[in-house]
């Protein structure tokens, strides 16, 4: 069976989509979950599923201890869901082309340094964009500059706020990031 990590910084809505995905699976399961944020609720929802989960301090990050938890689990992909912080050198080194990252628009447009969450869907609308979506890609030593894996559209209407536009991509996302991580560990 495939092992699968995920970072997370917020709810973990998309960790737990995936969580369940997988639980009726025998192909893969997630054996851990790492946060940034102590307060994060993707620490409960690890709880509640006895998915072993941490909280980690930038100290902590990057050094070398998050790379020896994930190395704990011998994870077959590492998963960014919801991860708000750039991932360092030592832990791209550790596990190369292992490490997968969804981003809430169509890469490259929309992508870099503080451009997540809702920050991307108010600019979506505030630019006029007729469309925009999901962007799975691997992750390098830039923020969104890995190479991309998957992209799925939705159209953006004149009428949409910035709400409606993040519900259209988190449909997108539950959908498709689970199916795009079970295809990678079929590579």
Same mark, same amino acid.
Not at 41 to 56: E, G, M, Q, S, W
Not at 75 to 91: M, R, T, Y
Not at 129 to 134: A, D, L, P, R, V
């Given at each position: 069976?495939? /092992?699968?990590?995920?970072?997370? *910084?917020?709810s973990? %809505?998309?960790?737990?989509?995936?969580?369940?995905?997988? !639980? *009726?699976? #025998? %192909?893969? /399961?997630?054996?851990?979950?790492? *946060?940034?944020?102590?307060n994060?609720?993707?620490? #409960?929802?690890?709880?509640?599923?006895?998915? &072993?989960?941490?909280?980690?301090?930038?100290?902590?990050?990057?050094?070398?201890?998050?790379?020896s938890?994930? @190395? /704990?689990?011998?994870?077959? +992909?590492i998963?960014?869901?919801?991860?708000l912080? @750039? +991932?360092?050198q030592?832990?791209?080194?550790?596990?190369?082309q292992?490490?997968?990252?969804?981003? &809430?628009?169509l890469? &490259?447009?929309?992508?870099?340094?503080g451009?997540?969450?809702m920050?991307? !869907?108010?600019?979506?609308v505030e630019?006029? $964009?007729?469309? %925009?979506? +999901?962007t799975?890609?691997?992750?390098?030593?830039?923020?969104?500059?890995?190479? +991309?894996?998957?992209?799925?559209?939705? %159209?953006?209407? $004149?009428?949409?706020?910035?709400? #409606?536009?993040?519900?259209k991509?988190?449909?997108?996302?539950? $959908?498709?990031f689970?199916?795009?991580?079970? @295809?990678?560990? !079929? $590579?």
């Amino acid at each position: 069976m495939k /092992s699968i990590a995920i970072l997370a *910084s917020g709810s973990g %809505t998309n960790a737990e989509n995936i969580i369940q995905y997988f !639980h *009726s699976k #025998d %192909t893969a /399961s997630v054996n851990l979950i790492l *946060s940034n944020n102590k307060n994060a609720k993707v620490l #409960d929802r690890a709880t509640n599923h006895k998915i &072993p989960a941490f909280y980690f301090n930038r100290k902590a990050f990057n050094s070398d201890l998050v790379v020896s938890l994930l @190395k /704990s689990v011998e994870p077959d +992909i590492i998963v960014l869901a919801g991860f708000l912080w @750039k +991932i360092p050198q030592n832990l791209i080194d550790a596990f190369p082309q292992k490490i997968i990252n969804i981003h &809430p628009a169509l890469l &490259p447009k929309y992508g870099g340094k503080g451009m997540y969450g809702m920050h991307v !869907h108010h600019a979506i609308v505030e630019n006029k $964009e007729k469309e %925009t979506g +999901i962007t799975i890609h691997y992750v390098n030593e830039h923020y969104d500059e890995g190479a +991309i894996i998957f992209q799925a559209k939705t %159209t953006v209407s $004149e009428k949409d706020t910035a709400d #409606d536009v993040a519900n259209k991509v988190h449909q997108l996302e539950y $959908e498709h990031f689970p199916q795009a991580i079970e @295809k990678l560990l !079929h $590579e």
